[in-house]
């Protein structure tokens, strides 16, 4: 029991550590194209302008890439 109960808090730990803002980048076309850290001044929930090709749009989630939507959302 006392193994059961060290594993669970560990995963909890390893659960909430993963939980970070990223930047979801997008191409023109509004198709996903990857993630990487939350960009400063792009608020989360709320689409960017980036600078162009595979960075032509961000939009800042709390999650981790997976968390990413496949489609730019629309704004």
Same mark, same amino acid.
């Given at each position: 029991m006392k193994t059961l109960l060290i594993a669970a808090a560990l995963l909890g730990l390893g659960? *909430? *550590?993963?939980? #970070? #803002?990223?930047?979801?980048w997008y191409n023109p076309q509004g198709d996903y194209t990857g993630a990487d850290e939350a960009? %400063?001044?792009?608020? =989360?929930g709320k689409v960017v302008k980036g600078t162009s090709g595979d960075y032509a749009w961000g939009?800042? =989630?709390?999650?981790? %890439?997976? *968390?990413?939507?496949?489609?730019? %959302?629309?704004?």
């Open positions: 659960t *909430s *550590s993963a939980m #970070a #803002a990223i930047t979801c960009q %400063p001044g792009f608020p =989360v939009y800042t =989630v709390e999650g981790m %890439p997976q *968390s990413c939507p496949r489609k730019l %959302p629309k704004q």
